[in-house]
């Protein structure tokens, strides 16, 4: 199994971007995902959350501003980020519980960073 990270890049203030995480392999179901983010010298920080059950939990921070979404079918994970601030400027990071075909436990995964720059 792996997770891709992709949609990364510059914009400036108050502008938008849509990151997405897809997970390619053999899959039977993506559980809890997240999107996490890291700048320099910092710890990474959890982003956002979409539960199995559809729920989702955000960092204040990010609350009102980004939505975290999930296509089943796609086994992708989004991250849409709106009204984007130069804070918000970090390494983005996927991570996803994911059951394998033939698995009833499912191991977490991570992808590769995708950059984010909002210049202001």
């Known amino acids: 199994v792996q997770l891709q990270a992709s949609g990364g890049g510059l914009v400036q203030a108050g502008g938008s971007l849509r990151l997405s995480c897809a997970a390619s392999?053999?899959?039977?179901?993506?559980?809890?995902a997240n999107w996490y983010r890291q700048t320099p010298g910092k710890r990474r920080e959890l982003v956002a959350t979409t539960f199995t059950v559809g729920s989702t939990n955000y960092a204040d921070s990010v609350k009102g501003r980004f939505t975290i979404s999930r296509d089943n079918a796609n086994d992708t994970v989004y991250l849409q980020m709106n009204s984007l601030k130069p804070e918000d400027t970090a390494v983005y990071y996927c991570?996803?519980?994911?059951?394998?075909?033939?698995?009833?436990?499912?191991?977490?995964?991570w992808g590769q960073g995708t950059q984010v720059t909002v210049s202001s």
């Open positions: 991570n996803a519980q994911i059951q394998r075909v033939g698995e009833m436990v499912g191991l977490t995964y």
């Open positions: 392999g053999s899959i039977r179901r993506i559980n809890t």
